[in-house]
């Protein structure tokens, strides 16, 4: 008995290791970060000395705020307008670089140059890229005669969030298109030889063979993707700060004024926990719909 309990345990042996590191680096600073969401921090009288409790004050007041319901609307439309265009893109770079046999690696490698660039730079690239008086877009728009004057990307609300979807489609469609290329060579040949056999044409291989095949990856890029532009900072601030008019003031950047330019670091504590709490909600639907086949299979 002692020995079947031992080895039913000595996997979680192993795990321990890693469970306590991630005890330490995740559950202590969001513990840490709820109870000073809890009170209301004096800076002066230093860290943790003198804070009064003013329990879920915070919260109430951010869920009130129409600046922060306002940058949890422009980080959701941030979100579902990059992802769709920026897997659309990868898919269709993806089954490009699937059928391209010589120099792929080649054509990979050049390929996750944008997503290995760092978000600062990356910023500061198309800030000056979509520059109103000398940046690349309007001038190559000018030559073409697409536009009769230069257009005030950064200094316009609805042209400012092009910008912003723009660059942040550049940055995240190597990550999508290298993990899509990995599960297509991960399809078997076998089933689009049957599928031909039966007489599907290529539109119908694709939505009855690729796509169904596909299914687990491109749940795990949309997920991956969605924490991370929810999450996304140094990209918007570096481009426009939030601005014009806060129409590109996203969730980090709401926190970061909140705590760093306002001081008030219990009620930024108290916004980066309804943040997280929201990554959590989003993630358990995507993990849901991941693995909703593999729960059906094992009740059958």
């Keep these: 008995m002692n020995d079947k309990i031992t080895k039913q345990l000595t996997p979680y042996y192993f795990l321990l290791p890693a469970l306590l590191v991630l005890l330490v680096v995740i559950l202590y600073p969001v513990l840490s970060n709820f109870i ?3 009170h209301k921090v004096r800076l002066l009288k230093g860290y943790g000395q003198g804070d009064l409790f003013i329990g879920f004050s915070h919260y109430a007041k951010l869920l009130g705020s129409k600046a922060f ?3 949890m609307i422009v980080s959701l439309r941030f979100t579902l307008l990059s992802l769709p265009i920026a897997f659309v893109l990868g898919l269709g770079m993806a089954l490009i670089f699937n059928e391209i046999k010589k120099y792929r690696p080649v054509f990979t490698g050049c390929l996750l140059i944008p997503w290995a660039i760092a978000p600062v730079v990356t910023g500061y690239m198309w800030r000056w890229l979509f520059h109103d ?3 690349l877009i309007n001038y190559g728009l000018l030559n073409l005669g697409l536009i009769e004057s230069n257009i005030p990307w950064l200094a316009e609300p609805n042209t400012a969030m092009v910008a912003a979807i723009t660059a942040n489609v550049w940055r995240f469609m190597p990550y999508i298109t290298i993990m899509l290329l990995a599960g297509l060579q991960g399809v078997s040949t076998e089933l689009y030889e049957s599928a031909q056999v039966d007489g599907a044409n290529i539109i119908q291989r694709f939505f ?3 796509l169904p095949q596909l299914r ?3 749940g795990v890029v949309f997920l991956f993707a969605t ?4 999450n996304d900072f140094a990209l918007i601030f570096i481009m426009t700060e939030g601005g014009p008019a806060r129409a590109t003031e996203v969730v980090p950047i709401t926190i970061y004024r909140i705590a760093f330019e306002h001081l008030k670091l219990g009620r930024g504590a108290a916004a ?5 709490v929201f990554l959590l909600f989003m993630s358990t639907i995507f993990i849901r ?3 909703k086949d593999r729960e059906g299979n094992r009740v059958a």
């Design 36 to 38: 000073m969401s809890l």
């Design 272 to 276: 980066g926990l309804i943040l997280l």
């Design 69 to 71: 319901v306002s940058s």
């Design 208 to 210: 009855n063979v690729t």
């Design 133 to 135: 008086s000398f940046g």
């Design 227 to 230: 924490i991370w532009m929810v």
């Design 216 to 218: 687990n990856v491109i």
């Design 289 to 291: 719909m991941l693995f």
